[in-house]
């Protein structure tokens, strides 16, 4: 059995779909910007959302919408929801409910797979 990804590995794979509608070199830039600029690595973005939002917006200003759109769309559809917004939540918002319900749901499949550990030989229905 394949062990699911840590919440923080689905969160960056996310953020780099969401940044690679910008094309490689511009997904590259940002990345670098946000380095350099605001002393945030790729590797600190889960830890640092509030910051990610942040230096996204002046690095792209009304254009990191978009892109928090669609890192959030991708987001919710990884963890098996549907991303619904709404006027007053902020991205940083979003993602902390989505690592919620992540969180939840890695938790009902470690239930269910000690669940069926537990009843080896039983035939369920």
């Given at each position: 059995?394949?062990?699911?990804?840590?919440?923080n590995?689905?969160?960056?794979?996310?953020?780099?779909?969401?940044?690679?509608?910008?094309?490689?070199?511009?997904?590259?830039?940002?990345?670098?910007?946000?380095?350099?600029?605001?002393s945030?690595?790729?590797?600190?973005?889960?830890?640092?959302?509030?910051?990610?939002?942040?230096?996204?917006?002046?690095?792209?200003?009304g254009?990191?919408?978009?892109?928090?759109?669609?890192?959030?769309?991708?987001?919710?559809?990884?963890?098996?929801?549907?991303?619904?917004?709404?006027?007053?939540?902020?991205?940083?918002?979003?993602?902390?409910?989505?690592?919620?319900?992540?969180?939840?749901?890695?938790?009902?499949?470690?239930?269910?797979?000690?669940?069926?550990?537990?009843?080896?030989?039983?035939?369920?229905?």
């Amino acid at each position: 059995m394949s062990r699911p990804q840590p919440f923080n590995q689905v969160l960056l794979d996310c953020v780099d779909d969401g940044l690679s509608v910008l094309g490689n070199e511009p997904k590259e830039a940002v990345y670098q910007y946000l380095a350099t600029i605001h002393s945030l690595d790729r590797e600190q973005i889960p830890d640092k959302v509030d910051e990610f939002s942040t230096g996204l917006r002046k690095a792209l200003g009304g254009a990191s919408r978009v892109i928090e759109r669609l890192i959030l769309k991708k987001l919710f559809q990884r963890v098996g929801s549907t991303f619904r917004e709404t006027a007053d939540l902020e991205f940083t918002d979003y993602v902390m409910d989505a690592k919620r319900r992540f969180e939840i749901v890695s938790m009902k499949h470690s239930d269910l797979s000690e669940a069926s550990r537990s009843k080896k030989g039983q035939v369920s229905g």
